[in-house]
């Protein structure tokens, strides 16, 4: 392309400080070093993670920056030693990568990339520390999860860039780069629910309705919502959901709720939620014998999960997954299959569609509940 090799200007959303409005303002675009991509973001969505960092509560703040990482582009341009893609591909840039080269990327057990897993504080690319963003004046503005997508154009480490049919639709597939494969991959990849049994979920956000998806695709023949808000039942009987637990309606623990409504426990439980109490209780519910429970909530530095060694001793399963256990560039490729082949859907998860210039709208929907997942249309 006519731009390779040069710094392309363009408009970027800027957060300047933590939880003020982004600005949306020209910045400058350098051009991808050795194993770098430079891409043009077509499609970005926002998530919780963004919004949480965002207001820079409880962790350091790294401003001003560039956040976004759910998104769907056109590779624009490669650095030195790129082979894995060209000019005009179409790919979903990642938060985590994926350099092939590691003991974890050669591992078929493992997602965890010693050079590309996730880094919250990173503000820079690896190959030299620098940003390769640069607003007015000359001012650096910092990275995000090494995607930095709320910008018509961002540089990305090619181990965090998957490439994908070039049919699939940008604006639907983008939002597999993050959440609904963390879900989805949860339960399909880690819990691994047998046809015919009974899953619950717990937090009914975009994370646990994927999970819950991956449990109607299994086959499940009940699964149990687990949330505080009431008013979430509703939509999650779309993605498969036959009964809905409010740990409030009652007096006792959830855990013990479930194990009465499901004589013993259920077989298989994903926690999305990040609450310790939620991880235990999703432990705990599950059956004796061959229950399995899957943690993807993030929790506070804090948290301490407690439970009886019993519980293990009575053959209970506690597994953790990242991503859902995808492997970014081998696996994402053939999750965009799955949708392109009508085996999964994302419609439905995609709740709202706002043009770039009004982002904030999206993180005000995303603030008030009322959205899943927004998508951010850059061309607009």
Same mark, same amino acid.
């Given at each position: 392309?006519a731009?390779a090799g040069?710094?392309?200007?363009?408009?970027?959303?800027?957060a300047?400080?933590?939880?003020?409005p982004l600005?949306?303002?020209?910045?400058?675009?350098?051009?991808?070093q050795?194993?770098?991509?430079?891409l043009?973001i077509?499609?970005t969505?926002?998530?919780?993670?963004?919004?949480?960092f965002?207001e820079a509560k409880?962790q350091?703040?790294?401003?001003?920056r560039?956040?976004?990482?759910?998104?769907?582009?056109?590779?624009?341009s490669v650095g030195e030693?790129?082979?894995?893609?060209?000019p005009?591909?179409?790919?979903?840039?990642?938060f985590?990568g994926e350099?092939?080269?590691?003991?974890?990327?050669?591992s078929e057990?493992s997602?965890?990339c010693?050079?590309l897993r996730i880094?919250?504080?990173?503000?820079?690319m690896?190959?030299?520390?620098?940003?390769?963003f640069?607003a007015r004046?000359? =001012?650096p503005?910092?990275?995000f999860?090494?995607?930095?997508t709320?910008s018509?154009?961002?540089?990305?480490?090619v181990?965090?860039?998957?490439?994908?049919?070039?049919?699939?639709?940008?604006d639907?597939?983008c939002?597999?780069s993050?959440g609904i494969?963390?879900g989805?991959?949860?339960?399909?990849?880690v819990?691994?629910?047998?046809?015919g049994?009974?899953?619950?979920?717990?937090g009914?956000?975009?994370?646990?309705?994927?999970?819950?998806?991956g449990a109607r695709?299994s086959?499940?023949?009940r699964?149990?919502?687990?949330?505080?808000?009431p008013?979430?039942?509703?939509?999650?009987?779309?993605?498969?959901?036959?009964?809905?637990v409010n740990p409030k309606?009652?007096?006792?623990?959830? =855990? =013990?709720?479930?194990?009465?409504? !499901?004589?013993g426990?259920v077989d298989?439980s994903?926690?999305?939620?990040?609450?310790?109490?939620a991880m235990?209780?999703?432990?705990?519910?599950?059956?004796?014998?061959?229950?399995?429970?899957v943690l993807?909530?993030?929790?506070?530095?804090?948290?301490v999960f407690?439970?009886?060694?019993t519980?293990?001793?009575?053959e209970? !399963?506690?597994?953790?997954?990242f991503?859902?256990n995808?492997?970014?560039?081998t696996?994402?490729?053939?999750v965009?299959?799955?949708?392109m082949?009508?085996e999964?859907e994302?419609?439905?998860?995609?709740?709202?569609s706002?043009?770039?210039?009004?982002?904030?709208t999206?993180?005000?929907?995303m603030?008030?509940?009322?959205s899943?997942?927004?998508?951010?249309?850059?061309?607009?």
């Amino acid at each position: 392309m006519a731009t390779a090799g040069e710094v392309i200007k363009c408009k970027a959303a800027v957060a300047w400080e933590a939880g003020k409005p982004l600005s949306i303002e020209e910045v400058e675009v350098a051009p991808p070093q050795a194993m770098e991509v430079r891409l043009k973001i077509l499609y970005t969505a926002l998530c919780h993670t963004d919004v949480y960092f965002w207001e820079a509560k409880g962790q350091t703040p790294v401003f001003p920056r560039i956040f976004g990482h759910e998104a769907g582009g056109i590779v624009e341009s490669v650095g030195e030693g790129v082979t894995e893609v060209s000019p005009g591909d179409h790919v979903l840039p990642v938060f985590t990568g994926e350099c092939k080269d590691c003991p974890h990327c050669l591992s078929e057990e493992s997602n965890l990339c010693d050079l590309l897993r996730i880094n919250t504080d990173r503000g820079a690319m690896i190959a030299d520390g620098r940003p390769r963003f640069t607003a007015r004046g000359g =001012q650096p503005v910092y990275h995000f999860l090494g995607t930095s997508t709320f910008s018509e154009y961002t540089v990305v480490h090619v181990g965090c860039v998957a490439k994908i049919d070039p049919a699939a639709p940008l604006d639907k597939v983008c939002v597999l780069s993050c959440g609904i494969s963390t879900g989805f991959g949860a339960t399909v990849n880690v819990a691994k629910p047998p046809k015919g049994c009974t899953v619950a979920i717990f937090g009914l956000g975009a994370v646990g309705l994927a999970a819950m998806e991956g449990a109607r695709i299994s086959g499940a023949s009940r699964i149990i919502g687990v949330d505080l808000n009431p008013a979430k039942f509703d939509l999650a009987k779309k993605f498969g959901c036959t009964d809905f637990v409010n740990p409030k309606d009652y007096d006792k623990p959830v =855990q =013990q709720v479930i194990i009465e409504m !499901t004589n013993g426990g259920v077989d298989r439980s994903v926690e999305c939620t990040g609450n310790a109490a939620a991880m235990i209780s999703a432990f705990e519910c599950v059956h004796d014998g061959w229950g399995v429970a899957v943690l993807v909530g993030v929790a506070g530095k804090e948290a301490v999960f407690r439970t009886h060694p019993t519980n293990f001793l009575n053959e209970r !399963t506690l597994k953790g997954t990242f991503f859902g256990n995808y492997k970014p560039r081998t696996d994402l490729p053939g999750v965009v299959d799955m949708y392109m082949n009508k085996e999964l859907e994302l419609e439905k998860f995609i709740t709202h569609s706002v043009p770039f210039t009004e982002i904030n709208t999206a993180f005000d929907l995303m603030l008030s509940g009322e959205s899943l997942r927004c998508i951010i249309r850059m061309e607009d």
